[in-house]
């Protein structure tokens, strides 16, 4: 199955640095979607893309749809502490059927007071 | 979005026994999607479940062990069947988005941890 591959797998930063993670796929996807798991939560949608080149924020965060349609990043700026958690990016392949999403391995992000 | 409600929040359960799952929606949606997320790994489809129809599983995944009701437009139940230590995850149920369909929400998980 398709398959997107995550880095970086972990993050230790500074409060107030900023923060930049990204997908990377070997097949296209139409939706790239970036998503944030607390502990004992479900994954909570942060941004949603759906055009190449696509570049939306929220607050400070920050994602784009790779020109290729394989690639997204997301970036977070001016970290602060609630930001820790873990960051999926999924995405629904090109072909694909019955919205189904693929999500990455994550990231996880630690942030330093 | 969709508010969505599971139960149990967790549980312990003995190798061998059944634990079914329900996830409750505020409002109608057509798909609601069932997943796995094992300690420390990403989350894993395991089926998608609409109205009125069979669910459609991933594969690696069989109605037996995991089987799904869906009776109605807000509720959907998932069953893990004959149960073994290494079916201790998170299990997560989801809906489309009401604007866009490829959006998917999350309930809060089921911790399920088998002695």
């Known amino acids: 199955g398709q398959q997107l591959n995550q880095s970086p797998q972990s993050m230790f930063i500074q409060e107030g640095e900023d923060v930049s993670m990204n997908c990377t796929s070997s097949s296209i996807f139409n939706t790239w979607l970036w998503y944030k798991q607390d502990p004992g939560e479900g994954p909570v949608l942060l941004i949603a893309l759906y055009k190449a080149g696509e570049l939306t924020s929220n607050g400070r965060l920050t994602a784009q749809f790779g020109i290729t349609r394989k690639d997204s990043f997301l970036n977070i700026s001016a970290s602060i502490p609630s930001d820790v958690g873990i960051y999926f990016c999924?995405?629904?392949?090109?072909?694909?059927?019955?919205?189904?999403?693929?999500f990455g391995k994550g990231t996880l992000l630690t942030v330093n007071p | 979005s969709a508010v969505i409600s599971q139960k149990p929040s967790r549980d312990i359960c003995q190798r061998g026994t059944s634990l079914t799952i329900q996830c409750q929606v505020d409002?109608?949606?057509?798909?609601m999607f069932w997943y796995r997320q094992q300690p420390g790994q990403s989350l894993t489809l395991i089926a998608t479940a609409n109205q009125g129809s069979e669910a459609t599983y991933e594969s690696g995944f069989v109605i037996d062990k995991f089987p799904i009701s869906r009776p109605n437009l807000t509720f959907s139940t998932l069953t893990v069947s004959n149960l073994s230590p290494e079916d201790s995850s998170i299990y997560l149920c989801?809906?489309?988005?009401?604007?866009?369909?490829?959006?998917?929400?999350f309930g809060p998980g089921t911790r399920l941890t088998v002695t």
């Open positions: 989801s809906v489309e988005g009401t604007g866009f369909l490829e959006e998917q929400y």
């Open positions: 409002s109608q949606v057509t798909m």
């Open positions: 999924a995405g629904q392949p090109s072909g694909g059927s019955n919205y189904k999403l693929t």
